[in-house]
């Protein structure tokens, strides 16, 4: 079968929101909450030349579609006419190895869903081959290298020099994902971090921190420099890129301060203010919330930062900012239905919690909870905070919980339970026990008077419930620790931490060797079992030889972070359901965003549509960047999880230009 490629291109506009695309119907439980709003992303189509002789393409199940529709996929050469690759609808997978290409030509895929019912191709979804609207991703150029990732090029800051004569340069570091201009493709959001950026509890200046917008071809979009009053380092600036508003437009939100220039060249308060002290602290001045425009990198509302540090912010528990200057940030759907902003300041000693919903052009506050605000009950929740915060709908009632670290908060602000063992460096949350459907925690601690007899614990994510634990009398600081499906011989998930052992999620011990990788997860061969990410390093845990085998590096990438070695991003990103690892090059010019090329018969809605999901990547780069799960137990063994109970945003109508 063959389609002119112009004949087609009237159809790039059009484009649908809850189209029907053969859509069986939601689950019984999940109509009995009214959908979430979600993104309305196209359709994801990515090839790669995998081999001298053969491509690889992959593209998403959307979460509006039905599980089992089928799809046809079609290759156009140097712009011609579209030829269907199929024999017969793809119906077990949503990957595909195309070996006839001529890569001596350009070569463009495209995909169009198919009825089960009636064997017809359906009008929803994406064109199956306008060139006016293909992207980067699914077109292969005459030549194109055998490499499996997307280069991404990058315009690098300017370096400098602080008042006391040490020089900067700047690494990309953390990133994030959203649809900045409506177009159902994500961009690509990165944070410049300088050379002398410090964690709060050293002294010294830093130099600026920027915020850059790209889009997957590298086309540049804004650059917010948030000045000299916000101070460089992985505590200090956790920014969201989100649809908050439903308009189709991501937004981007952090914290700012006096001298922040937005991406329009507008400043934000007083240009000239300079609040670092003599140490390079900023312990003084004003402190700000912005929404910025995603596709302009305009700053639409500025507020007040909730809760503000109070004087020299001794009363978090030092006078030098390395207690009150540590921020957390996340989105959750608090009322179930839309995403609300949550803003958090302290985690060792008081920690305080605000959340904000942008409606309408308008910031307003939605709630906020404080350990120290003289609420019966809210003292336990004092010191009990993580490097991160999690978020998912832990006790079933359709509303987004906030997991912060040893306690939950609750929808509507309020405290849901604290287990009192206290701070620590790293958590998960998913459903990790298939026995069940309720999700459970895993979390690592650090101080030994305070976790007593749980150094490292699994708990039940809804109660709080200590389901097992293991003494760190002589453990101290447990500092690592990471939840997976990494052994099909035991039901469930499989966790370790750099201390103890491996065990199951009945708290059994499988063996005494664990994977020395304990930093970060990624899906990426063609198995449900989920893959160790280290550094620039994929590798799979072999539970008979109990080592790690390497699977894919790359020796000219760098992570991030120091010690936590983590990518800049990892996610569903695009393609299939396995996900997508955003690295930088060590010369800084290019994110690389690698896709497997590894062929899988599993398929599985986008994981970008399962709402506990998206809100982690969102999250990702917040303090110790954590690895996302999703709100379904996704391992060796699982059951297909339901159609997401979700509608998408309406996308902006395009205009083709012929």
Same mark, same amino acid.
């Given at each position: ?175 994030? &994902?959203? !649809? #900045? @201009? $409506? /177009? %159902?493709?994500? +961009?690509?959001?990165? *944070? ?48 969201? &890129?989100? !649809? #908050? @508003? $439903? /308009? %189709?437009?991501? +937004?981007?939100?952090? *914290? ?53 540090? $109070? ?62 605000? $003289? ?284």
């Amino acid at each position: 079968m063959s389609l002119n490629i112009k004949s087609l291109q009237t159809l790039g506009a059009f484009v649908i929101t809850g189209c029907a695309l053969g859509v069986s119907g939601f689950s019984a439980a999940a109509q009995a909450s009214p959908p979430s709003l979600m993104e309305n992303l196209d359709r994801g189509v990515v090839a790669v030349r995998a081999t001298e002789s053969g491509a690889f393409v992959s593209w998403r199940l959307l979460g509006t579609e039905a599980a089992d529709v089928a799809f046809n996929i079609y290759r156009s050469t140097d712009g011609g006419v579209l030829v269907k690759l199929n024999k017969t609808p793809l119906t077990q997978s949503t990957n595909f190895t195309d070996d006839t290409a001529d890569f001596s030509r350009s070569n463009t895929y495209a995909i169009r869903a198919v009825s089960r019912d009636t064997g017809k191709e359906l009008p929803c979804g994406d064109t199956p081959g306008d060139t006016k609207t293909a992207t980067v991703l699914n077109t292969l150029p005459a030549n194109a290298p055998v490499r499996q990732y997307i280069p991404v090029p990058l315009r690098i800051p300017e370096g400098g020099t602080t008042p006391d004569g040490v020089a900067y340069t700047y690494n990309a570091n953390d990133c994030s &994902v959203g !649809d #900045l @201009d $409506g /177009d %159902g493709e994500y +961009e690509i959001v990165v *944070k410049w971090d300088p050379t002398n950026s410090h964690d709060n509890a050293h002294d010294g200046y830093t130099g600026n921190v920027y915020l850059d917008a790209y889009k997957l071809d590298g086309t540049f979009f804004w650059r917010i420099d948030l000045g000299r009053n916000i101070r460089a380092g992985a505590h200090y600036t956790q920014f969201q &890129v989100y !649809d #908050l @508003d $439903g /308009d %189709g437009i991501a +937004e981007v939100a952090c *914290k700012t301060a006096d001298g922040t220039v937005d991406g329009t060249g507008k400043i934000i308060g007083d240009a000239k203010a300079d609040y670092r002290n003599g140490r390079g602290r900023i312990l003084s001045g004003p402190e700000y919330l912005t929404v910025f425009n995603g596709r302009t990198g305009a700053a639409m509302a500025t507020v007040d930062y909730v809760p503000p540090r $109070g004087g020299d912010g001794s009363g978090w528990g030092d006078s030098r900012g390395n207690r009150s200057d540590r921020f957390l940030a996340c989105v959750a759907y608090l009322d179930g239905q839309r995403p609300s902003l949550v803003m958090c300041r302290g985690y060792y000693t008081r920690a305080v919690i605000a959340a904000w919903d942008w409606r309408d052009g308008k910031l307003t506050q939605r709630w906020v909870f404080d350990s120290d605000d $003289g609420t019966p009950g809210n003292e336990s929740y004092r010191g009990q905070g993580a490097h991160s915060v999690l978020v998912g709908d832990v006790d079933g009632d359709g509303r987004d919980e906030l997991i912060y670290g040893a306690a939950a908060i609750d929808h509507d602000g309020k405290g849901l339970y604290s287990t009192g063992l206290g701070h620590g460096d790293a958590q998960h949350l998913t459903v990790m026990d298939p026995s069940g459907k309720d999700m459970q925690v895993w979390m690592v601690h650090e101080g030994p008077k305070q976790y007593r007899d749980a150094a490292i614990e699994f708990r039940d994510a809804r109660t709080g419930r200590l389901i097992f634990g293991r003494s760190g009398e002589k453990w101290g600081d447990v500092g690592r620790g990471v939840a997976a499906d990494i052994d099909p011989r035991t039901p469930g998930y499989e966790m370790w931490a750099s201390r103890g052992a491996l065990y199951d999620c009945k708290g059994n011990v499988v063996s005494e060797k664990m994977p020395r990788q304990k930093n970060f997860l990624l899906w990426w061969d063609g198995d449900f079992l989920r893959e160790l990410l280290d550094d620039v390093t994929i590798s799979k845990w072999n539970w008979k030889t109990e080592k790690s085998d390497v699977l894919f590096t790359d020796a000219e990438c760098d992570s991030n972070n120091g010690t936590k070695a983590t990518p800049c991003l990892s996610g569903d990103i695009f393609g299939d359901w396995r996900e997508e690892v955003i690295w930088r090059t060590k010369d800084n010019r290019e994110l690389r965003i690698y896709t497997t090329t590894i062929p899988t018969r599993h398929r599985l809605f986008t994981l970008m549509h399962d709402r506990q999901y998206r809100t982690a990547i969102a999250w990702q780069n917040t303090a110790y960047n954590q690895p996302p799960h999703p709100s379904f137990y996704l391992g060796e063994g699982m059951t297909p999880p339901p159609q997401p109970n979700i509608q998408t945003a309406r996308k902006l109508t395009r205009e083709l230009k012929e």
